[in-house]
Every structure is written in C-alpha cells, then in structure tokens.
C-alpha cells in the first residue's frame, strides 16, 4: 500500500475520529499553533455523552471549544502548562487548572509515565511524498506526547508552515490512527506596540549587549521594544538561541542582525521549540534553512545554554521583593502565566561563560481602582509563586535602572533593588529593609 492509499484509508471526519474518546481518558491537544481546531469542536460536541474526560494543552491561541460548550465541565477538565491571555481567563473563571512544570522536563512527564495520554491531536503540515507530516510550529515536546499516546489523529493544514528540525518534528502516517482536514489558518499572536515603560526598560537593557550574543528573548511589549532598538543599532551577527520565537525575532533578521554565524553549537541555525507570532513571522519561517526546530529538553538544557558561551537571556516578570527573589506567574493567588522556561534560562545563563540573564518589569502598576502599587516588595507573603529564587537571579531590570543580584549581601541586594523601584515607594521600602534587618545606617538614600 502507497502511503497515499493508507492516508486515503486513514482519512475521517473530525466527529468520526474523536470516538476514539472513551470515559475517562486523558487527551492531549499538544502546544501553541499545533492545537486541534477541528478535532476540538468535534470532541465539544460529545459533551453529555462523555464523562470525566481531561484535556491537556499549553499557550491557547483561540477559544477552546470543550471549555467554552462545557462550562460547568460536565464531561471536560481543561487543564494547561503554561498560560495564555485565553488560558488566564479560564483559570480565572474556575474552567481551567494549571499544572506547574519546568520547560527542560516537560518531556519527561511523558516519558516517565507522570502524564498519561490516551489520545493525542495535533495539527500538522501536509503530508510529503514519504508519508511524513512535519510539526511546524511545535517541537516541544510533540515527540514524547506522540510516543506516550494511545491513539493519535492527526489533523492536517496547508496553512501549518514545514520547519526543519533537530529531531523530533515529524510523525509517519503508518503511526496514526486518523487523519482529518481542516485548512482554517493556524492560531496567531501579532506582536502589539510597545508601550512607553516597554522602550525605557528596553533602554536600560541595551547597553550590555555587544556583537556576536545569542539571544533568549520572551514575548510582550519589552522584547519587541528591544527588538527595535537592536534592529536599528550597530549591532551584528546575533544568534538565537530561544524556547519561544515571536515577532521580536522577526525584525532581527530582516535587519541582518541576526546571523547566527558566531555562535559555538548549531552554528548558522537560529534555534527555538515553540513559536507564537504573526502570519508575517510563519511565512518567513517555512522551509527557511536558517531556522531549527528542537525539544525543549534540548534548547531549555542549561547544559546546551552553558555552551552558547556568550548567551544573553531576558525574560519578564511580575514582582521582585527585596530578598532578590521573582515571581513571574501568580498575583498572589491569581494564576497569570506559568514558570515555563525562565528558571532554565536563567540557569544556563549563569553556568554560561560570559553569561548574562536579565528579568524586567516595570517598577509598579496601577490596579483597577487607580492606585499605584509598587512591583518590588519588601517580601512575599500573599500567596506570589517564586519562579527565580534570589540565588538564580542575576539582573533585574525596570524603568529606572538595571542591578546585579549576584554575589551581594542582603543589605546590598535591597539597596540595589530601591534604587530602581518608583521613587514613591522608595522610603516605605527602605523602612522596610530596616525592619526585616537588611539594611546599613551607610546605605544610600
């Protein structure tokens, strides 16, 4: 049998393939642009028919349909790795559960049978003449997901761009079940403007860059503000080198900075496992040699991040109390994003040679009821999650400076710390240090 014929075998409806679907199953949507529109609109359908049936994704791009027709989850339980603006909403909600994990290990859950699939879907680019579907988009941990899986039905789409990978970034037909068709375009995240703290933090961050660098960069206003700057600077032959590429990337290599040409491992290769962009960004990408797709077990390994040698990270955050330690994914109780790559990072970035790991936030926000709060604290206590303890923290970057958290005492962690908080907060913070013992007579005011 041709592998056209077995795809032609293979090929059903979205509603015939989710019967595979039995009571109690744990299914798995896999990550960002590979989620299953079809397949999850048909398996909303079974809503009633199905009980107690556990979905699991991360970085939801557009409504999730077993969410958004089961409300009260009467058959579904969504729950996510890391989350979206979408995601919050949900979890806010109560129709929605994290589950906390580092990115290097996200594999390994699979792998050592913590997280059980019994049916996964996943959006994939159209079948080749060697009955081989690429991931495009997705690299992650799709490998380990596919390898764990019971059951697995593919959901194919044009509009899915092919990108090369290390390893992992495709799935034969002969190992799936079904095949369904839907050509709807793939979720996208067009970068928004950067706002004006965005390019001020961007500002304080710039000047310890230099040639030949490669780059982690997260997503939101700060990167794509950084992005800019370094777009039109004097900067050349960046790498990358990055769990998630957006559209900061983007205006990198259409300005020629980035070339990836200095860089020790993977040399010429821009390397990432997960995008969440633009269409602009996914055209450029298809079949484009310069780019690589990888596992997160490998780009996320501090042990890969250790032989970039000369590997800048920069990631945001939420909060940074006077101890030097992060959260970056709770507000208090209120569950915002996820730990996701930025320990890993942050990590390798240390181990590395000439390494440098920045975390940035602006200094403080106004809440919904106009009042200004400050986003360094004097400690945390209301339930914040810390992502980066103060031992792995090296910069941290707001609107009004950026300091080194490494190798100084506590008097001189909280110092540093005040000098770039908002100036408003700065005496309440220092009468803070007082009180919590961590802070000189000989202390700059």
């Not at 060697?130 to 509009?159: K, P, R, S, Y």
């Not at 079940?177 to 979720?187: Q, R």
Request: proline share 4%; glycine share 8%.
């Amino acid at each position: 049998m041709s592998v056209y014929e077995e795809y032609k075998k293979k090929l059903v409806s979205a509603d015939e393939a989710v019967k595979l679907v039995k009571d109690g199953d744990w299914v798995d949507y896999s990550q960002t642009c590979t989620f299953p529109k079809a397949l999850d609109a048909a398996l909303a359908k079974r809503k009633g028919e199905v009980k107690d049936v556990k979905i699991r994704s991360a970085i939801s791009m557009q409504p999730i349909q077993v969410v958004e027709q089961d409300p009260e989850q009467e058959s579904f339980t969504f729950n996510v790795w890391h989350c979206s603006g979408l995601d919050r909403k949900y979890v806010d909600q109560g129709k929605a559960f994290y589950t906390p994990m580092l990115f290097r290990y996200n594999g390994s859950y699979y792998t050592k049978g913590y997280a059980p699939v019994n049916v996964a879907m996943l959006t994939v680019a159209p079948m080749d003449k060697n009955g081989n579907f690429n991931f495009g988009l997705t690299n992650c941990c799709m490998q380990e997901i596919v390898d764990a899986a019971d059951h697995i039905i593919l959901e194919v789409n044009e509009t899915m761009p092919i990108i090369y990978g290390l390893e992992g970034d495709h799935i034969n037909i002969k190992d799936v079940d079904y095949v369904v068709e839907n050509n709807d375009p793939v979720g996208t995240a067009p970068a928004g403007d950067p706002g004006e703290i965005d390019r001020q933090i961007a500002n304080q961050i710039f000047p310890y860059l230099y040639d030949g660098i490669t780059l982690q960069i997260g997503i939101g206003g700060m990167p794509n503000a950084l992005g800019g700057l370094i777009a039109e600077s004097d900067l050349k032959d960046l790498g990358m080198h990055t769990e998630l590429i957006s559209d900061g990337y983007l205006k990198l290599y259409q300005s020629g900075k980035l070339t990836n040409k200095k860089k020790p491992i993977n040399t010429g290769k821009g390397v990432f496992s997960i995008c969440n962009g633009s269409r602009e960004l996914y055209d450029y990408m298809d079949h484009n040699f310069d780019i690589m797709s990888a596992p997160m077990s490998y780009v996320n390994n501090p042990g890969t991040i250790k032989a970039l040698d000369h590997f800048v990270s920069i990631n945001g955050c939420i909060k940074a109390d006077l101890y030097g330690q992060v959260c970056s994914e709770t507000v208090g109780t209120r569950h915002i994003s996820g730990t996701g790559g930025q320990l890993d990072f942050a990590t390798g970035a240390l181990e590395a040679e000439h390494g440098q790991s920045f975390l940035a936030m602006p200094s403080s926000r106004v809440g919904k009821d106009g009042v200004r709060v400050s986003n360094i604290i004097p400690h945390f206590t209301g339930g914040d999650v810390i992502t980066t303890p103060r031992t792995s923290v090296q910069y941290i970057a707001t609107e009004y400076g950026c300091v080194n958290m490494q190798g100084v005492p506590t008097w001189e962690r909280a110092e540093r710390l005040i000098s770039v908080a908002h100036p408003d907060f700065r005496d309440d913070l220092i009468k803070a240090a007082e009180e919590q013992k961590i802070w000189r007579a000989s202390n700059k005011r």
